[in-house]
């Protein structure tokens, strides 16, 4: 077996022929290990256009809140959180977060994401209560918030089951449970970045919870630790065995997959492994592509992959555009996370984003947090200049 013949078993490109041949955990990591980069690009862009024919590339216009960096997990990757106690540690108000509202609103944005860390000092009533409020005062936004571990730290704090403080967060008004916190949904691996993150297996059964209740769920990935590209393949698996245990139960499952490389420069982990095993750590662009491009043979069972501008930048996602991926991404208006360790460029306007994907021969299109079509004002002038030609990948 060699990844000719993979792919040539690949080759029959509609939903029910992928199914029909569905990659092994082995085959896909022959193909990540081995295949030419064009080569598994233009395998995933012809898999993503089967699926997505109509040439639309979908973008959201969003804001992420993090409302708290209160956290006691001590992810070694990440430069955002502080520790209980320490001088820099806050807490938005109310009042503080439902302004950062409004100034989406303002420019008709039609989600937030909000996230923090494990707040010992925030009582259960605290979140219901800020999402009643947000509800109230925002009714039009939708609300994905927190992430699996916080639903953890907050069963923990108050005495209920994850599944009871799902129920409850999603009466109070809570629309989704983003995708944080997955990193790399294998044991050794997680066990050396994240030792109090909690299991693999507890991830994906708050996923499961939440896609019973109908919330919307996203899944991500985190890679560049040194783990292998089995292991990183194993990810995707355990995210295709649950995506396909909500089918059969006749739940949505995740809306979509989103990749990227853990930044290094200013955190403990980076720090840590200064200087040893550089050539493990990280991943470049062109390890970046090649992951998209398998993600999007290897989800046969999720809809949409989603290019990362923050962390690579507006010209590497819109290469990633034509690796496999079918969406853009947000315009955040506001991230403190990723850019805690090092990375620069973290707003994208609007107008970048249609310009982004109307060069690599899209049409742009917004969405909702469901993926759902919003009306699209065409602000970008290559829009009215390009028609959104058929993309190809390699000769």
Not at 50 to 69: F, K
């Amino acid at each position: 077996m060699d990844w000719r013949s993979i792919l040539m078993r690949q080759a029959g490109w509609s939903r029910e022929e992928a199914s029909a041949h569905r990659l092994s955990i082995e085959e896909a990591t022959l193909l990540y290990n081995t295949a030419p980069l064009h080569t598994l690009m233009q395998a995933a862009h012809r898999r993503r256009m089967a699926m997505h024919p109509g040439g639309q590339v979908t973008y959201l216009v969003d804001r992420n809140i993090n409302y708290t960096n209160v956290c006691t997990i001590n992810c070694q990757f990440c430069s955002f959180y502080r520790p209980p106690g320490h001088d820099e540690t806050y807490t938005q108000t109310y009042e503080q977060i439902s302004k950062r509202v409004s100034e989406l609103e303002a420019i008709h944005g039609s989600r937030i994401l909000m996230q923090g860390g494990v707040n010992p000092d925030l009582p259960f009533q605290w979140y219901i209560d800020l999402i009643k409020h947000l509800r109230t005062n925002h009714p039009n936004i939708d609300l994905d918030c927190f992430s699996p571990i916080e639903i953890e730290g907050l069963a923990d704090v108050c005495g209920m089951s994850t599944l009871e403080v799902l129920s409850s967060l999603k009466e109070a008004g809570m629309h989704g449970l983003p995708g944080g916190g997955a990193e790399m949904l294998v044991d050794a691996v997680r066990n050396d970045v994240s030792p109090k993150k909690g299991s693999p297996q507890n991830w994906l059964r708050v996923m499961e919870e939440a896609q019973s209740l109908d919330l919307t769920t996203s899944a991500t990935n985190v890679i560049g630790f040194g783990e292998s590209n089995e292991q990183r393949v194993r990810h995707m698996d355990a995210i295709r065995v649950l995506q396909d245990r909500t089918h059969a139960k006749g739940g949505s499952g995740f809306t979509s997959f989103i990749a990227w490389p853990v930044q290094l420069e200013v955190n403990s982990f980076g720090r840590r492994n200064r200087g040893q095993n550089k050539h493990t750590l990280g991943a470049g662009s062109s390890e970046y592509l090649r992951h998209v491009a398998i993600s999007r043979l290897y989800l046969d069972n999720v809809e949409h992959i989603q290019a990362s501008w923050p962390t690579m930048g507006l010209q590497i996602a819109q290469m990633a555009l034509l690796a496999g991926a079918d969406d853009a991404g947000s315009t955040m208006m506001e991230e403190n996370v990723v850019s805690a360790s090092g990375t620069s460029k973290l707003d994208a306007s609007e107008y970048e984003l249609q310009t982004s994907i109307v060069r690599a021969g899209f049409i742009p299109q917004r969405r909702d947090s469901d993926y759902a079509w919003l009306s699209t004002v065409q602000l970008s002038d290559d829009v009215a200049q390009l028609a959104a030609p058929t993309p190809v990948v390699g000769p």
